[in-house]
């Protein structure tokens, strides 16, 4: 059988500490675009895991985010995350009209005028760590409380009502297949919300994010009701995730590569280049997202993708591509910049990674600097790790100083 021909079955479940996932590995080798089937919805797709061919499928317009809507296409999750009217199932140019909108509140210039109040946070949260004293918790202590502090003061939404909408979005990531009735509701609940208090901020804006999109104009263009519910919903969730998970898969990463982190305390102000090269490394997630639909028969090498065929791009194994990164499986932090796709590619390319940057650089810069000694007050086997969720991180991380 002809390796396009071949079907692998991927669960993506791979979840021992942040070491990279051999299924993942093998289909890198054996199977560079292969045929897949996942642990949820109907048939098969095609998983795509070269640099250059991710970047193919992610920039083509043969290839369709808004096709994969109303489909119950090959996934991880028992419910799909995504909602039907969000950014990420738009194609360009409905697509871009969208992201103009909302791009307008993530300019350098805004970024930078986030910079003291996200510094007065990690400040705090600091603050607090060392009262308590070593060993302490990194996770409890600043990694869930940073981002998701920092995106609802963005997005203006009470403190009161931030631990539920946390335990909803965490609901809505959840793999196991007893968790679809709850991800269901979960989903129903964030979506009610927001659209709630998205109607209150248009009816009486503010400073806040929020506010920005619901008065922000491209010409006579503005976000509909739903847009904009949708969008901040989805700008609370992603908002919060991957810094969430990184500040713990940084700091974890760091101090276990011992002469990498000496690199980075001895030239401090390599940070922004060096986490760069973490955030390359770093298998943050399992699997893969929200997929794309051929809509013609596409060639990428000597495999036919035929039209109406589901597509799955790993930004995981393009990170890895041994065609794009010299010695792609070591830490590097000289690595000399290489752009990388921890936050996608191409019209889905995350927009908020600005803000999520500017939170990683001055939370681990801050905490290196406070805590010059910081190290695991565990053994590395004692780490616990995320088993029942897309995300890798570990549950805790306790640290000593």
Sequence with gaps: MAPSETVFHCP???????????????????????????????????????????RLVTTDRRFSRAAVAGRNF?????????????????????????????????????????????????????????????????VEHLSTRLPLTSICEVLDIPEEDRPELR?????????????RET??????????????????RRAEPGEDLISSLATARDGDER????????????????????????????????????????????????????????LRFIPFRKGVGIPRIALE???????TIRADDTVHVSYLAANRDPERFDRPDELDLDRPPT????????AHHCIGSPLAVMEIQLAIGTLLARFPRLRLAVPVEEVRWNDESIWRYPYELPVAW
Excluded: C
């Design 12 to 54: 993506f479940d791979f979840a021992e500490g942040l070491a990279f996932d051999p299924s993942l590995r093998r289909l890198m080798t054996e199977a560079p675009i292969a045929r897949i089937t996942m642990p949820y919805g109907e048939g098969t797709a095609w998983l795509v895991t070269r640099y250059e061919d991710v």
């Design 74 to 138: 090959p996934r991880m999750t028992p419910e799909p995350i995504v909602q039907s009217e969000s950014i990420n199932l738009l194609d360009p140019p409905a697509s871009s009209r969208l992201r103009r909108l909302v791009a307008q509140a993530f300019t350098a210039p805004k970024v930078e005028r986030m910079k003291p109040a996200t510094q007065r946070i990690v400040d705090g949260l600091l603050d607090e760590m060392a009262d308590h004293g070593p060993p302490a918790d990194l």
């Design 167 to 179: 335990r909803r979005a965490m609901a809505m990531m959840a793999i196991g297949p007893t968790t």
């Design 183 to 200: 991800a269901i509701q979960a989903k129903a609940e964030l979506r009610g919300y927001f659209q709630d208090l998205t109607q209150r």
């Design 223 to 278: 976000l509909g009701p739903d847009e904009l519910a949708v969008m901040a919903m989805v700008l609370m969730m992603t908002g919060h995730d991957t810094s969430t998970y990184q500040l713990s898969n940084i700091t974890y990463t760091l101090l276990t590569q011992e002469e990498q982190l000496a690199k980075l305390r001895a030239h401090p102000e390599k940070l922004p280049n060096a986490l760069e090269e973490l």
């Design 297 to 303: 028969d596409v060639q990428i090498g000597d495999v």
């Design 339 to 346: 752009p990388h796709m921890t936050f996608g590619w191409g």
